[in-house]
């Protein structure tokens, strides 16, 4: 068996230390280490959606967990990301969130006391944790690093803060009592479950996120911002990737080390679709080679450290010129992207700028003969183009890349636009390389553009207006980083 560090094979590397009475040799001598921690950006505005949370629910007790661990493999773990709802109302962030935390509104009077019941800092010395620090592999501080102290947080977070293993006191007593479920299992078995009380707590935490204020705005835009110097950096790349096996490995690391770089990590695993590959809308095996003459699909996001993510799609000619057939393809979706653009605008029906892009899919399909079943794409009854198309045009962005997913279809889909939204704009075309329907010269081309934009007082702003659209800039673009 494979000796490491004289430990005999992983598991036993890895295990937990077993614990020794009052810290062994392990207490005692160690400096003082406080840290100061100012109040995070974001801290101000979590308190102010607090606030509406109270308002929202007076009475009652909203508990709100921020999830934990999930084991990837064995004694390894993914690495942990929060749930949205919980990073909203606490504005924490990166790798300074602690599993396991909750946050929970009691009612008192007319508003709540909101506490947050989260892991300390491992001790060192005594009392009945007094091993974590050493002897925890999933939680001690020799093992996964320093947590912050319960005043830090509370100074950092501005909310006050208690040990988690108070929590259970705090969830005592004949209160009514909204959960949000399935992210903390001693939380649900604790409180019983109220399902709709519950599910009514889960779209108002989804639609408390549909208009964003002006520094989740300015995270959104720095979070943009990375991901478009990460495209910057594959084009860079991308006549190394095609010596590669699998160049699209080889796109995606380099993307990714930007995210890593500039960013906390990816707000969705990244998306690096050469050749046929690009008509599957998910394509995230990335195993395929990167060939001149054909095209490369890239949808990725940076996910800055407050979780804001962008997302961003480019269809990149991998020689740095488009065939006249690619470039049919490209400028139709560009058209279409162009016509959803254009509708964007306050007081706007959130389907309008999908209804614009697909109008001119349908349109231009049809110019082309593609009438899959002898009818015309382009009638008003017709969603016959979906075939080539099949999802949407865009989505709300935010903490979630897909954001507000939970929010009712009133406020969302079926809404109306209003500033502080932000959103994608990003239609494609998919032909299918067993496609009988197209051309064969169609066949396997997947093209989509994506940007994203902020929904201001009198239009809409492109926060990814530095990355090319047109086919021709891409071109221009892509020869100067070549």
């Given at each position: 068996m494979k000796e490491r560090n004289g430990l005999r094979g992983t598991s036993e590397a890895h295990r937990d230390v077993p614990a020794t009475e009052n810290g062994g040799p392990f207490r005692g001598g160690w400096a003082d280490t406080a840290l100061k921690s100012p109040p995070l950006p974001g801290a101000a505005y979590a308190a102010k959606r607090r606030s509406a949370v109270s308002e929202r629910f007076?009475?009652?007790?909203?508990?709100?967990p921020s999830g934990g661990l999930k084991v990837r493999s064995n004694d390894f773990d993914h690495?942990?990301?929060?749930?949205?709802?919980?990073?909203?109302?606490?504005?924490?962030?990166?790798?300074?969130?602690?599993?396991?935390?909750?946050?929970?509104?009691?009612?008192?009077?007319g508003s709540h006391a909101v506490t947050l019941f989260t892991r300390p800092r491992s001790?060192?010395?005594?009392?009945?944790?007094?091993?974590?620090?050493?002897?925890?592999?999933?939680?001690g501080e020799f093992w996964t690093g320093r947590r912050r102290t319960l005043p830090e947080t509370a100074d950092a977070l501005g909310v006050e803060v208690a040990a988690r293993d108070d929590l259970d006191r705090a969830l005592r007593g004949n209160v009514p009592t909204r959960?949000?479920?399935f992210e903390d299992s001693y939380v649900d078995a604790r409180v019983p479950p109220s399902p709709q009380a519950d599910a009514e707590l889960v779209v108002f935490l989804s639609e408390l996120r549909l208009v964003k204020d002006a520094w989740e705005i300015g995270q959104l835009d720095g979070a943009v911002d990375c991901t478009v110097a990460g495209f910057?950096?594959?084009?860079?790349e991308l006549r190394h990737a095609t010596r590669l096996e699998r160049g699209e490995r080889w796109i995606e690391g380099t993307f990714n080390r930007r995210a890593r770089l500039g960013?906390?990590?990816?707000?969705?695993?990244?998306?690096?679709a050469a050749g046929a590959h690009a008509c599957v809308l998910h394509w995230m095996r990335n195993d395929g080679p990167v060939r001149d003459g054909d095209l490369l699909l890239l949808d990725a996001g940076v996910e800055a450290d407050s979780f804001y993510t962008g997302d961003l799609t480019r269809t990149l000619p991998v020689d740095g010129r488009f065939t006249d057939t690619q470039r049919r393809v490209y400028d139709?979706?560009?058209?279409?992207?162009?016509?959803?653009?254009?509708?964007?605008?306050?007081?706007?029906?959130?389907?309008?700028?999908?209804?614009?892009?697909?109008?001119?899919?349908?349109?231009?399909?049809?110019?082309?003969?593609?009438?899959?079943?002898?009818?015309?794409?382009a009638t008003a009854e017709s969603d016959l183009?979906?075939?080539?198309?099949?999802?949407?045009?865009?989505?709300?962005?935010?903490?979630?890349?897909?954001?507000?997913?939970?929010?009712?279809?009133?406020?969302?889909?079926?809404?109306?636009?209003?500033?502080?939204?932000?959103?994608?704009?990003?239609?494609?075309?998919?032909?299918?390389?067993?496609?009988?329907?197209?051309?064969?010269?169609?066949?396997?081309?997947?093209?989509?553009?994506?940007?994203?934009?902020?929904?201001?007082?009198?239009?809409?702003?492109?926060?990814?207006?530095?990355?090319p659209r047109d086919a021709d800039e891409v071109e221009a673009w892509m020869a100067a980083l070549r």
């Open positions: 007076p009475g009652e007790r909203i508990v709100v690495p942990f990301r929060p749930h949205s709802a919980y990073v909203h109302l606490t504005a924490e962030e990166g790798s300074s969130a602690v599993p396991d935390s909750v946050l929970v509104f009691e009612p008192t009077g001790p060192r010395d005594g009392g009945p944790n007094g091993t974590e620090f050493h002897g925890d592999r999933r939680y959960v949000l479920r910057h950096d594959v084009v860079g960013g906390h990590s990816l707000g969705f695993d990244t998306i690096a139709l979706v560009h058209a279409a992207q162009s016509a959803g653009i254009a509708a964007l605008r306050p007081g706007a029906r959130y389907g309008d700028f999908h209804t614009a892009a697909m109008r001119v899919i349908a349109e231009g399909l049809d110019a082309w003969g593609l009438r899959p079943y002898g009818a015309s794409a183009y979906r075939r080539y198309t099949v999802c949407g045009s865009g989505h709300m962005l935010g903490l979630d890349c897909h954001d507000c997913a939970g929010a009712r279809g009133e406020t969302y889909l079926d809404g109306v636009l209003e500033a502080g939204h932000v959103l994608t704009v990003e239609p494609g075309l998919y032909f299918q390389p067993d496609d009988l329907t197209v051309p064969e010269e169609l066949r396997g081309i997947g093209v989509r553009i994506e940007d994203d934009f902020v929904i201001t007082d009198d239009g809409a702003v492109c926060l990814s207006s530095e990355l």
